[in-house]
């Protein structure tokens, strides 16, 4: 037995008995030539927590407009109000879009906006009291840490009143989106504009305490260390330590098409270490996300062999990442999204987004 491969067993003994990894063993870990063994160690963690079961939901991403205050450099998707390429849905547009989703079975509605110029909190408000009172049946998971933030800038409002009247509304769970890397230095080369690292984990941390679940996001792959990756994976832990709130973690490899983020796009291995390292480091989150959208169905699918225990879902219409250049579709048909578990040795489960249990595709 090499010495590498001792330490790749002390690393899942240690998750396995409880126990956490320290930063420089999440180094260790991404440093590994040992591309394989990672994998079967984060595996057997993932498996030990899931029994060899992969998740996904039927759901919708809305995107009720593009139109930003902020104009993030490594964000396509975003447009200044007039800039063609530019859009906002009516409330009426976005009702037809739930509308078709609920005819194909969706159990969940995925509401991550713009923050447009001319848009009041209200109307944020009225775009979630419009899905839930003509869908009361369907889960509504909406609207990031940075949008929070954006409505109690506009509303005066605190971060406990915005998100209180939201719940009022039939916010039911949060997005995880907006996180990006928790550091300081790489937010002012990305997003210096953006929500700070430490309001972000302080808007999570209040909506947990309020009973509002949501997900945790680490955007990778353009210009940060990775340090700065362990220690963002790291202060995602001791936050869950605290609130518990968190469901899933999401890597997201950064697309630099269509963006102003002149960076080299992230290979496979590199993706596949990360949802592995993710695994064995944040062993106090339910599950880790394979987000098919961005990593492609190949890397995806093998993800589910990297600790990754959960697929999101059939998303339809996603418009962010293919706005900067993601080739994947923009929608996977639970048929396909069940094959492809099937293929990768797992049991497909339907989920609804608190991940209770619809259907085993055994």
């Not at 063994?37 to 009720?64: E, M, S």
């Not at 840490?145 to 409505?151: K, N």
């Not at 209180?164 to 790489?186: F, Q, W, Y």
């Not at 990442?321 to 492809?340: D, E």
Request: with cysteine; hydrophobic share 35%; net charge neutral.
């Amino acid at each position: 037995m090499t010495v590498e491969d001792k330490f790749l067993l002390y690393a899942l003994e240690k998750v396995e008995s409880g126990e956490t990894l320290s930063f420089e063993e999440g180094i260790r870990l991404y440093r590994t030539q040992d591309l394989l063994g990672l994998g079967h160690v984060a595996d057997k963690y993932a498996t030990k927590l899931h029994q060899g079961r992969v998740y996904f939901v039927v759901n919708r991403h809305i995107n009720p407009t593009n139109y930003c205050v902020n104009r993030c450099k490594f964000c396509a998707f975003s447009k200044s109000k007039g800039e063609k390429g530019g859009y906002e849905y009516t409330l009426r547009e976005i009702e037809e879009k739930a509308r078709r989703a609920v005819e194909d079975g969706a159990r969940e509605f995925h509401v991550v906006s713009g923050l447009h110029p001319d848009w009041d909190f209200g109307h944020y408000v009225e775009i979630v009291k419009k899905l839930k009172d003509k869908f009361p049946h369907v889960h509504v998971k909406a609207y990031t840490a940075v949008e929070i933030e954006h409505f109690s800038k506009i509303s005066g409002l605190s971060i406990e009143e915005v998100l209180n009247k939201l719940k009022e509304a039939g916010l039911d769970s949060m997005p995880g989106g907006g996180a990006e890397i928790l550091n300081d230095r790489v937010r002012s080369q990305l997003c210096p504009e953006k929500t700070s690292w430490k309001r972000w984990l302080e808007i999570h941390k209040t909506a947990h305490r309020l009973g509002i679940k949501s997900n945790c996001t680490m955007l990778f792959g353009h210009v940060e260390s990775i340090e700065d990756r362990i220690d963002h994976l790291l202060k995602l832990r001791e936050l869950q330590e605290e609130t518990g709130g968190f469901q899933a973690f999401i890597p997201l490899p950064f697309h630099p098409q269509n963006t102003n983020v002149n960076v080299n796009f992230t290979t496979g291995v590199d993706m596949l270490k990360t949802i592995a390292v993710s695994r064995l480091i944040l062993n106090n989150v339910p599950h880790i996300k394979a987000y098919w959208v961005m990593l492609g169905e190949g890397i995806a699918q093998v993800a589910l062999n990297f600790g990754a225990t959960d697929m999101e879902g059939t998303v339809y219409e996603e418009k962010i990442t293919h706005a900067a250049g993601a080739s994947s579709p923009q929608g996977l048909s639970k048929k396909r999204l069940i094959k492809l578990i099937k293929d990768a040795g797992k049991i497909p489960v339907e989920r609804d987004a608190l991940y209770n249990v619809v259907k085993v595709h055994a």
